[in-house]
């Protein structure tokens, strides 16, 4: 079965019909999506400024990082189980966009840069959270975390935008 | 001149059916300035509320991170002001007509009222009882996160 395919029958499923004929279930999970961006996107940027050296910069970095995480990770799976919802509702016409693909690729790109800082910089963070000037390596997932999630909220926003009707 | 009056007289104004002739990735630039000022502002509040809840960044003082977010606040919400009169202007009486919109109105005032005073007082002084402090933050949390669902619900209605 082609992707295209099991969009459609996401899409023709009971689940994606429900979605798209209840008068309040799209956008109560539009609603969702947007709060749990604010703990995920939101809360991240804050740690990105803080790695850059441009938010609380007297607070050591595992004061704000570790206390942080858990709201964090619980707002990218807000964000994704809602995301995925809001997909199987139009999964046929948004297979199709070139933006949505854009914005996965967008997605597993800071994914892996998220993952490469926890393991090259994670278990070290007391040492290096503690000086006044980061390391390099530190700023640069810092900024490369501020621009991949910042695409994949531009070319979210831009679905419904650049969608065939 | 009533509301709506008000309403019709910016939609037929020059101005209004400039910004409604503008192309759709203008309008979708637009969105994507309200929704980045309505990021700001929500992860902002967020931030405090976990900190004023006892859920994060313990070891910091609320002062500190009242301070730091501020701008980020005042940012957010010139974003939204902006980005928001833009949508409005070239279609205002259809919002005039939406109830999820005077909704939004309605929430966000009082967001802004408990924000000034309540909230800003709480988070300048750290002698305030926990059971305060609780309280400010679920009634900040729960009106932003009411304007920012009547927000979403109003293209659909």
Known sequence: MSVIELAQQLYDSQLGTALRESVYA??????????????????????????????????????????????????????LVTGILLFIAAASKIILLPVFLFKLGFIAL???NALWFEHKWGKTILTWGL??????????????????????????????????? | MSTLELFKALQTSSFGRFIGSLDHLVHAGIQLLHITGMLLLLSSIVLLSLRLLGLGLRQTPIAEIAN????????????LAFSGFLM??????????????????????????VHVSLFRKITRSES???????????LSLALWFGVAFAGRFIGFF
């Open chain 1, 131 to 165: 000086q006044d000037v980061l390391p390099t390596g530190v700023k640069f997932a810092g900024i490369a975390s501020l621009l991949l999630w910042s695409l994949v909220v531009i070319t979210g926003r831009l679905i419904p935008y650049l969608s065939i009707e």
């Open chain 2, 128 to 138: 305030t009882s926990a059971i305060t402090a609780r309280f400010s933050a679920v």
């Open chain 1, 26 to 79: 799209f956008p109560i999970v539009e609603g969702l999506h947007l709060i749990g961006l604010a703990f995920s996107v939101g809360l991240l940027l804050f740690v990105d400024l803080r790695l850059l050296g441009l938010f609380l910069r007297h607070i050591p970095v595992a004061n704000i990082m570790n206390p942080l995480r858990p709201w964090l990770l619980g707002g990218f799976v807000l964000t």
């Open chain 2, 68 to 79: 730091a977010t501020s701008r980020f606040i005042w940012v957010g919400l010139g974003l």
């Open chain 1, 110 to 112: 800071a994914g892996i």
């Open chain 2, 88 to 113: 409005l202007a070239p279609s205002a009486t259809n919002y005039y007509a939406n109830d999820f919109f005077w909704d939004k109105l309605i929430l966000l005032a009082l967001a802004l009222i």
